[in-house]
């Protein structure tokens, strides 16, 4: 079974520093991996996803199939950037699985 | 153009009531998805759909029935509801490049 985790539940930076949301997955085949975020008051929306390959507002995320991971990071963390965060898995099918989600704040 | 609409966007209801929400999207969709959003939890799937007239269970779908007569619409009913029932009701859409466009959300308690 489809299974995403995100081992923090929050997680706070200064302004200007480094930021690394992390997730991990496991699924026996190839998955397809995204990251969402929830700004506040705001529905859920797409940040990026692994197969294209963008950078979205400045954070990237790399699929690790080794170490089963898809991190995101930013070099540079905004006071904007502070949102939750949900990596999510896509499988067999049109089944998604969303992980519990990283409360990210970005103090002044 | 409003995309993915939920209605309502709040409700109580008391042990035992029962209630409909409704998801709307003008986006010609294929797939449609009912999660709740729960702290600590995520999102968990609790119905979805691949198309009119079918619909497949997710993760959590005791306490739910779905049914999708018409593309646009995708019906989520709590029969008899239950205080473990109180979460965010979060209704997505997915066309062919599987990205999910979300609704605003129900926020639902039962008391």
């Known amino acids: 079974a489809q299974r995403v985790t995100q081992p923090e539940k929050l997680l706070s930076v200064f302004k200007g520093a480094p930021v690394e949301l992390k997730c991990n997955y496991s699924y026996s085949g190839s998955p397809e991996l995204f990251w969402y975020v929830q700004y506040s008051r705001q529905r859920l929306q797409l940040l990026l996803r692994h197969i294209s390959r963008e950078s979205i507002k400045g954070f990237t995320a790399d699929l690790n199939k080794g170490e089963t991971s898809f991190h995101l990071k930013k070099p540079f963390a905004q006071e904007e950037d502070s949102a939750m965060y949900y990596c999510?898995?896509?499988?067999?099918?049109?089944?998604?699985?969303f992980g519990p989600g990283t409360r990210l704040s970005v103090l002044p | 153009n409003a995309g993915v609409t939920q209605t309502p966007k709040f409700r109580v209801l008391k042990t035992g009531q029962s209630m409909t929400l409704l998801c709307a999207q003008d986006?010609?969709?294929?797939?449609m998805y009912w999660y709740r959003q729960d702290p600590g939890m995520g999102l968990r799937l609790i119905h979805y759909?691949?198309?009119?007239?079918?619909?497949a269970k997710g993760e959590v779908p005791d306490g739910y029935n779905v049914s999708r007569l018409k593309k646009q619409n995708f019906l989520l009913g709590l029969e008899s509801a239950a205080p473990s029932q109180t979460s965010v009701y979060f209704c997505?859409?997915?066309?062919?490049?599987?990205?999910?466009?979300f609704g605003p959300g129900t926020r639902l308690t039962v008391t």
């Open positions: 759909s691949v198309g009119e007239g079918t619909t």
């Open positions: 997505a859409t997915t066309g062919s490049s599987y990205e999910q466009y």
């Open positions: 986006m010609n969709h294929e797939y």
């Open positions: 999510a898995s896509r499988g067999y099918g049109q089944n998604f699985v």
